[in-house]
């Protein structure tokens, strides 16, 4: 049993808000690939590509990359699962390691709160889209 439950009234609050951000950027989700490029302010730009690899009437799975162009140390693979009908947005993988479940013993190799830590890193990096901005000619 567990000792301690989790904290998933702000796990949810970040996931419910995740799917508002994503909604927005992948057009209500109407196509099933995405690819933008972010407007950097020293002028360059990096490629990202949503793709949405399996769709079902009540749910989404959603790869979304990013590149650095300066180097291949700069670029992740996030899977994300979009739960249409209670409007979740969830990292369920980072770079091709998945979270352990809160219910199982943590492994030496991740932290207790692995699954927090991807899903806010979502976050930032979908309010980084929206702060430093797209390139408008999206590209299909």
């Known amino acids: 049993m567990l000792r301690t439950l989790p904290k998933t ?13 994503l ?5 209500n989700f109407s196509k099933n690939k995405y690819l933008f490029e972010t407007v950097n302010p ?3 730009s990096n490629p990202i590509s949503f793709n949405i ?5 009540h749910t989404l799975m959603i790869e979304a990359k990013q590149q650095i162009k300066e180097g291949t140390l700069n670029k992740f693979v996030l899977r994300i699962q979009v739960c249409i009908d209670a409007k979740l947005a969830e990292v369920i993988s980072f770079q091709g ?6 219910f199982m013993k ?9 699954k927090i830590q991807q899903n806010r890193f979502l ?3 979908l309010e980084s889209i929206f702060i430093s901005g797209i390139n408008p000619e999206i590209r299909f």
């Open 42 to 44: 020293n002028m360059s």
């Open 23 to 27: 909604k927005k950027i992948l057009q």
């Open 106 to 114: 943590v492994s030496a190799s991740q932290s207790k709160d692995e």
């Open 53 to 57: 690899i399996d769709r079902s009437k």
């Open 123 to 125: 976050t930032e990096w």
């Open 97 to 102: 390691e998945k979270a352990i479940p809160y």
């Open 9 to 21: 009234n702000h796990q949810l609050t970040v996931c419910e808000a995740n799917y508002l951000r």
